[in-house]
């Protein structure tokens, strides 16, 4: 290997290094080669490829299970669908069990099994089921190119009230929120409980984990579905399409709330001590002493009554009289001295 070597590198080399040199060229050239080839115009590197029958040559040879619980309201809706649930997962050649008594859905590879991403897919179906996902939006799952994101919501707030709000915004008045998020990143969304079910491409999973854990830390979706809905615009314009849109895109700033107001200053007699006493200030009087004084605590309560009507009346009468002097100068006449410096200016 090192005559070989030698030849095509003929520089010279150090015993102690030889080997090591050695790995370290060979490995050089084999991942120039690997560059060129995967730098060639013939590969579509974006291009999922298709798995058939004829490329799984036999049968797997260990058998694979995944297994869920599943809420007690969840019994009846499972139990109606159950049969269409098999026939789907048969055609892909899985077989599948429902547990009334524990409580569980399980899935299993079995020799018909021809793709062996398969029962990934199908545990995400007996999932999503789980979480009151209709079958009709769940079996979309099993489909290529499209799958699932369970977020787990429960555990970021402490404070229930707040996470029922927040979790709230996120579904929006009549809908109107959730079904925008559900337009604008192509996946289907479902807010259950403690979590949030997405269904669709790997793209729009990624936008809506995002708007939902920033929904729960108090930014509103509203600002991402802006967003959103000027890079739906952008796409369109060909000479935009491969450039970048910072410059396009809203920059929202949280606006820094106020603390406590702090206390106005001081003025300088306020600042001037007062002289230190050794003895506490003197008690104020209770209500009952105040009332004993003026001999109101010994009054009964047809008089206390009594007196505190004829106690109102005179503020009224005070107030009536004070509003009537008041109407009463709208009707004197002005001097006429003071009339003439108006008109001259």
């Given at each position: 290997?090192?005559?070989?070597?030698?030849?095509?590198?003929?520089?010279?080399?150090?015993?102690?290094?030889?080997?090591?040199?050695?790995?370290?060229?060979?490995?050089?050239?084999?991942?120039?080669?690997?560059?060129?080839?995967?730098?060639?115009?013939?590969?579509?590197?974006?291009?999922?490829?298709?798995?058939?029958?004829?490329?799984?040559?036999?049968?797997?040879?260990?058998?694979?299970?995944?297994?869920?619980?599943?809420?007690?309201?969840?019994?009846?809706?499972?139990?109606?669908?159950?049969?269409?649930?098999?026939?789907?997962?048969?055609?892909?050649?899985?077989?599948?069990?429902?547990?009334?008594?524990?409580?569980?859905?399980?899935?299993?590879?079995?020799?018909?099994?021809?793709?062996?991403?398969?029962?990934?897919?199908?545990?995400?179906?007996?999932?999503?089921?789980?979480?009151?996902?209709?079958?009709?939006?769940?079996?979309?799952?099993?489909?290529?190119?499209?799958?699932?994101?369970?977020?787990?919501?429960?555990?970021?707030?402490?404070?229930?009230?707040?996470?029922?709000?927040?979790?709230?915004?996120?579904?929006?008045?009549?809908?109107?929120?959730?079904?925008?998020?559900?337009?604008?990143?192509?996946?289907?969304?479902?807010?259950?409980?403690?979590?949030?079910?997405?269904?669709?491409?790997?793209?729009?999973?990624?936008?809506?984990?995002?708007?939902?854990?920033?929904?729960?830390?108090?930014?509103h979706p509203i600002y991402h579905i802006k967003e959103l809905m000027i890079k739906r615009e952008l796409m369109k314009d060909?000479?935009?399409?491969?450039?970048?849109?910072?410059?396009?895109?809203?920059?929202?700033?949280?606006?820094?709330?106020?603390?406590?107001?702090?206390?106005?200053?001081?003025?300088?007699?306020?600042?001037?001590?007062?002289?230190?006493?050794?003895?506490?200030?003197?008690?104020?009087?209770?209500?009952?002493?105040?009332?004993?004084?003026?001999?109101?605590?010994?009054?009964?309560?047809?008089?206390?009554?009594?007196?505190?009507?004829?106690?109102?009346?005179?503020?009224?009468?005070?107030?009536?009289?004070?509003?009537?002097?008041?109407?009463?100068?709208?009707?004197?006449?002005?001097?006429?001295?003071?009339?003439?410096?108006?008109?001259?200016?």
């Amino acid at each position: 290997m090192t005559e070989e070597y030698e030849q095509h590198f003929p520089e010279t080399i150090s015993k102690n290094k030889r080997h090591r040199k050695d790995k370290r060229k060979i490995f050089d050239l084999l991942c120039t080669s690997y560059q060129l080839a995967w730098d060639s115009d013939n590969i579509d590197h974006w291009k999922i490829e298709t798995f058939t029958k004829d490329d799984m040559k036999g049968p797997l040879t260990e058998e694979s299970s995944f297994a869920t619980l599943f809420p007690k309201y969840r019994e009846a809706y499972l139990r109606e669908v159950w049969p269409h649930i098999t026939k789907i997962l048969t055609g892909h050649g899985i077989s599948c069990e429902l547990n009334l008594v524990e409580g569980s859905m399980t899935v299993k590879t079995t020799r018909k099994t021809w793709d062996p991403f398969i029962i990934l897919k199908a545990r995400d179906l007996i999932k999503l089921l789980a979480r009151s996902v209709p079958l009709a939006n769940a079996a979309k799952v099993l489909e290529d190119g499209v799958a699932c994101d369970i977020i787990k919501i429960g555990n970021i707030l402490r404070n229930k009230e707040r996470f029922v709000k927040r979790r709230q915004r996120l579904v929006g008045p009549n809908g109107n929120t959730l079904k925008a998020i559900e337009l604008l990143t192509q996946c289907y969304v479902l807010v259950q409980g403690n979590t949030v079910s997405a269904i669709g491409g790997y793209k729009g999973l990624k936008e809506v984990r995002r708007i939902v854990m920033d929904c729960l830390k108090n930014i509103h979706p509203i600002y991402h579905i802006k967003e959103l809905m000027i890079k739906r615009e952008l796409m369109k314009d060909e000479k935009l399409k491969n450039e970048s849109w910072d410059r396009f895109l809203p920059q929202f700033r949280k606006l820094h709330q106020k603390g406590k107001q702090s206390k106005p200053a001081k003025s300088s007699k306020e600042e001037k001590k007062k002289p230190y006493t050794p003895f506490p200030p003197q008690q104020t009087p209770r209500q009952e002493d105040l009332q004993m004084e003026s001999g109101e605590y010994f009054l009964k309560d047809e008089q206390k009554e009594a007196k505190k009507l004829a106690e109102k009346k005179a503020k009224q009468k005070a107030k009536r009289i004070e509003k009537e002097s008041k109407r009463a100068q709208s009707f004197i006449a002005p001097e006429e001295e003071t009339l003439r410096k108006k008109l001259k200016s």
